[in-house]
């Protein structure tokens, strides 16, 4: 059975910073793209950071550059997502996306809310 579990959402003041984490099981994590979305109210889910199988390579949205950093650990079957300088435009509910290979759309969590406001 396929899992994947987001944690470590919150409220959280502007400026400072919070660290995702996304716990995967019943595929092979190893092998799998990971990514991270995030959906804020009245607006469509979007892709906000990704991480190859190995580590080889991230990529990240514009906005997000330079305050975020995507990380994996196969050995615990997890990703990161750590969030610094955060804004209130950042407010969103982040959901974590596994695509292992030859799947289409992949496995996704049930979401973690995150609120920059002071």
């Known amino acids: 059975q396929v899992q994947v579990v987001e944690s470590g959402g919150g409220l959280v003041q502007p400026g400072g910073s919070l660290r995702l984490s996304c716990a995967a099981s019943?595929?092979?994590?190893?092998?799998?793209?990971m990514r991270w979305y995030r959906q804020a109210p009245g607006k469509e889910r979007n892709l906000v950071a990704d991480i190859t199988s190995t580590s080889s390579r991230t990529n990240y949205i514009d906005s997000v550059k330079g305050r975020f950093t995507i990380s994996r650990d196969n050995a615990k079957n997890t990703v990161y997502l750590q969030m610094n300088s955060l804004k209130p435009e950042d407010t969103a509910v982040y959901y974590c996306n596994a695509l292992p290979p030859n799947s289409r759309s992949g496995y996704w969590g049930q979401g973690t809310q995150v609120t920059v406001s002071s």
């Open positions: 019943g595929f092979t994590f190893s092998s799998a793209l």
